[in-house]
């Protein structure tokens, strides 16, 4: 069984910051691709940043420059830094992971639950 739990999500204002992290946990053989994703209301589910196994980063437009994905691989751990908030920032956040749970299966996604961040004064 595979969990990804996030945390450190809250409401902040306008210019603020955030950390959230997400930590893969149970049945794990090997992580490549793990991510942040958010869903605004009304809105579809978009990419925010994506890290691989090796480091290489890929960021939305919208976040470049604000916003720095890393992870712990020790850990199994995503973190993504969020600076310089805006209230469009505002949305559900979800970890992801694609991650082989045992060396005889292929790589899955694996989703977290989200974690809120609302940016308002």
């Known amino acids: 069984q595979v969990r990804l739990v996030p945390s450190g999500g809250g409401l902040v204002q306008p210019g603020g910051s955030l950390r959230l992290s997400c930590a893969a946990s149970?049945?794990?053989?090997?992580?490549?691709?793990m991510g942040w994703y958010r869903q605004a209301p009304g809105k579809q589910r978009e990419l925010v940043a994506t890290?691989?196994?090796?480091?290489?980063?890929n960021y939305a437009d919208s976040v470049k420059g604000r916003f720095t994905i890393s992870r712990d691989t020790a850990k199994n751990t995503v973190y993504l830094q969020m600076n310089s908030l805006k209230p469009e920032d505002t949305a559900v956040y979800y970890c992801?992971?694609?991650?082989?749970?045992?060396?005889?299966?292929?790589?899955?996604?694996?989703w977290g639950q989200g974690t809120q961040v609302t940016v308002s004064s």
């Open positions: 992801n992971a694609d991650l082989r749970a045992d060396r005889y299966y292929p790589p899955r996604g694996y």
């Open positions: 890290i691989t196994s090796g480091g290489s980063t």
């Open positions: 149970g049945s794990i053989f090997s992580i490549n691709t």
